[in-house]
């Protein structure tokens, strides 16, 4: 099982915002950068955000990252149907010495 | 255009071995740590392996520690996963990915579509 939990769905209307979090602990999230992949159907994770807050070259505004203590949040602004997918948050643990993903989080958009 | 391909999947008999291949190209391969990733169909992502870019630094999940290695032929542009000792439960599409780091594994900014192992007596 994952050491990072994050809700395994969130839905807005087209145009709103959703919030993902990502809940770890001082192993990884605390002390170690935040990354976020989104994955669509059928599609290879693609990276959206890296060292926490950084948006991979190519990637909307829309989307951000951050992190507070040993939680993380990836921002979806003005949501739109192609935004539809499964996100997942990581870190390096630091104790484990094994990078960690999240549980993953289903977006839809209503 | 950065490009993975990933080769070697198939079906093996727990107990047994596969050797995947990742073919990289479009990018200095040497310069950048390299991992895999698996995925049950229909679940969620779990890192397997992480090999800096000189093959020296290397770690595993605990899950595979011990039966699967990791390597790369910076030669041939091409990451390797020697998995022995399959069991069921390695049963999953396993992605290779580029880390956007020499020696770190932070963040992987470039997957090859997969390739599927099913381990099943």
């Known amino acids: 099982q994952s050491v990072l939990t994050q809700p395994p769905s969130v839905s807005a209307a087209p145009g709103q915002k959703v919030t993902i979090s990502c809940s770890g602990s001082?192993?990884?999230?605390?002390?170690?950068?935040v990354s976020w992949y989104q994955q669509l159907p059928g599609t290879a994770p693609k990276l959206l955000i890296y060292?926490?807050?950084k948006r991979l070259s190519g990637i909307p505004d829309r989307f951000s990252g951050s992190k507070s203590g040993t939680s993380a949040t990836l921002g979806i602004t003005g949501l739109q149907t192609g935004d539809e997918a499964d996100y997942y948050c990581?870190?390096?643990?630091?104790?484990?010495?094994?990078?960690?993903f999240g549980t993953g989080t289903k977006v839809t958009v209503l | 255009e950065m490009q993975m391909v990933e080769s070697g999947g198939g079906a093996a008999r727990p107990g047994g071995s596969l050797r995947l291949s990742c073919a990289a190209s479009?990018?200095?391969?040497?310069?950048?740590?390299m991992i895999w990733v698996r995925q049950v169909p229909g679940k969620g992502l779990e890192w397997v392996s992480g090999?800096?870019?000189?093959?020296?630094?290397?770690a595993y999940a605990d899950s595979v520690k011990g039966r699967f290695t990791i390597y790369r032929d910076n030669a041939k542009n091409s990451l390797y996963l020697q998995m022995n000792s399959l069991r069921a439960e390695d049963t999953a599409l396993y992605h290779c990915?580029?880390?956007?780091?020499?020696?770190?594994?932070?963040?992987?900014?470039?997957w090859g579509q997969g390739t599927l192992v099913t381990v099943s007596s």
């Open positions: 479009g990018f200095k391969f040497d310069d950048y740590g």
């Open positions: 090999i800096n870019w000189s093959g020296v630094s290397i």
């Open positions: 990581g870190a390096w643990d630091s104790s484990l010495s094994a990078y960690v």
């Open positions: 001082s192993s990884n999230i605390g002390n170690n950068y």
């Open positions: 060292e926490t807050s």
């Open positions: 990915a580029r880390s956007r780091y020499s020696s770190s594994w932070y963040a992987f900014d470039s």
